[in-house]
T-cell receptor, first 112, second 114 residues
């Protein structure tokens, strides 16, 4: 059981470039989440998916898109990266009816 | 909007000392509160989860308490060890339906000195 996996671990982009952050979970969880973590701030929710085929905005969705490809995978796309998107991105998942969220190891993204 | 605050931001203690980390939240209508541990460059590991109807939870040397009415939680670590050195995050889940997402504090960075 790998839990929640994220790729890549590190990425450096130039302003205006695009990229997709990948997340997968093997726990058969319905709900998946993308958070960002910035210095001096708590983790903030970007987007979430309550089930396969549904996605909804969180607290800070601007500049991002998501895709719930199937039950296992939830990707986060930056169409035109900006320096303000330099952050550590965490994916999490949760079983419906359960309380606990399980987190991946994170992707550290730098936008120059 | 729920605001979660953790004090202190950083704490250094000698090995063997008992310590308390604090977490406060502005909206007492929470569903549960969770304490996480985050090691440098790593993801979050859940330590304890307290439901809104509970007063405390214990796991080994860790004890978390919740006073929902006053918007406070504490994480007590007994007989601290160097391996406890990490950042500890507090997060609350709101009681509303919908995202069921967590609102996080900024964390307390703990260093246990051998």
């Amino acid at each position: 059981n790998a839990g929640v996996t994220q790729t890549p671990k590190f990425q450096v982009l130039k302003t205006g470039q695009s990229m997709t952050l990948q997340c997968a979970q093997d726990m058969n969880h319905n709900s998946m989440y993308w958070y960002r973590q910035d210095p001096g701030m708590g983790l903030r929710l970007i987007y979430y998916s309550a089930s396969e085929g549904t996605t909804d905005k969180g607290e800070v969705p601007n500049g991002y898109n998501v895709s719930r490809l199937n039950k296992r995978e939830f990707s986060l796309r930056l169409e035109s990266a900006a320096p303000s998107q330099t952050s550590v991105y965490f994916c999490a998942s949760r079983r419906t009816g359960a309380n606990e969220q399980f987190f991946g190891p994170g992707t550290r993204l730098t936008v120059l | 909007k729920q605001e979660v605050t953790q004090i202190p931001a950083a704490l250094s203690v000698p090995e063997g000392e008992n310590l308390v980390l604090n977490c406060s939240f502005t909206d007492s209508a929470i569903y549960n509160l969770q304490w996480f541990r985050q090691d440098p460059g790593k993801g979050l590991t859940s330590l304890l989860l307290i439901q809104s109807s509970q007063r405390e939870q214990t796991s080994g040397r860790l004890n978390a308490s919740l006073d929902k009415s006053s918007g406070r939680s504490t994480l007590y670590i007994a007989a601290s060890q160097p391996g406890d050195s990490a950042t500890y995050l507090c997060a609350v889940r709101g009681s509303q339906t919908g995202a069921n997402n967590l609102f996080f504090g900024t964390g307390t960075r703990l260093t246990v000195i051998p």
